[in-house]
């Protein structure tokens, strides 16, 4: 079965770029512009990953990641947050509010699709 994969950004270019890697890949893909719709899109499309950015409007990717966590219905889902803020305090506050995994800006498209793999338990 295909994987989706929602990518939460509010810059275009990186969904582009992100949206093509993806797709490439074999996974299904949906997009969200901003953190509100990130989270209406995680309860109506049931992503199985969310590549998820910090700095977004309405809301920030720390409260849709903390908001992810305290749902129930949505523990299955995995969180992988991109993000220019790449300063320790940041990773940790990621990895505290139940993030899978933090990749900083810019990445490599290799190392990310890998990171994306394995969180997904897919062979490499």
Do not use: H, W
């Not at 969200?32 to 990953?49: C, F, I, M, T």
């Not at 990773?91 to 990171?115: C, H, I, N, Q, W």
Request: charged share 30%; aromatic share 4%.
């Amino acid at each position: 079965m295909t994987k989706k994969i929602l990518i939460a950004d509010d810059e275009q270019n990186i969904v582009i770029s992100l949206e093509f890697l993806m797709k490439r890949e074999g996974f299904a893909v949906c997009i969200a512009n901003d953190g509100q719709e990130a989270l209406d899109k995680v309860r109506s499309e049931s992503p199985d990953l969310v590549l998820l950015d910090v700095m977004m409007p309405r809301k920030n990717g720390y409260e849709v990641c903390q908001e992810i966590r305290a749902d129930a219905g949505l523990q299955g889902t995995r969180i992988l947050m991109l993000t220019a803020k790449g300063r320790e305090t940041e990773v940790t506050k990621g990895l505290a509010m139940g993030a899978d995994g933090y990749m900083t800006k810019p990445f490599s498209t290799r190392e990310l699709v890998a990171k994306v793999k394995s969180l997904l338990d897919i062979p490499a």
